[in-house]
Nanobody
């Protein structure tokens, strides 16, 4: 079973930065390499939303709310995706998850990001 492990969250002041990582150690390499991977977030009382995605060809797409501030990358050799988050805002506060887009694996535990104003 695929196991997604997110890390890198924390408490940061508005305007600060965080770098999230997500490992998929049990995912078959060919599956990872062909997958569109995404970063999602879920704030309290809200639905989970997709904020960034990246194809195996490293074409990235971002939600309007994070465009220009967040940058997604992927490392196929390590079956890892990252999310560099700059200029963080209080509204970015949420639990962040990674997963394959449209064909999700079981969700990991996520990593909490809290942005203080």
């Amino acid at each position: 079973q695929v196991h997604l492990v997110e890390s890198g969250g924390g408490l940061v002041q508005a305007g600060g930065s965080l770098r999230l990582s997500c490992r998929a150690p049990r995912m078959i390499t060919s599956t990872f390499n062909s997958a569109i991977m995404g970063w999602y977030r879920q704030a309290p009382g809200k639905q989970r939303e997709l904020v960034a995605s990246m194809t195996h060809g490293r074409e990235a797409n971002y939600a309007e709310s994070v465009k220009g501030r967040f940058t997604m990358s992927r490392d196929s050799s390590r079956k890892t995706v990252h999310l560099q988050m700059n200029s963080l805002k209080p509204e970015d506060t949420a639990v962040y998850y990674c997963n394959r887009v449209n064909q999700e694996f079981p969700w990991g535990q996520g990593t909490q990001v809290t942005v203080a104003s």
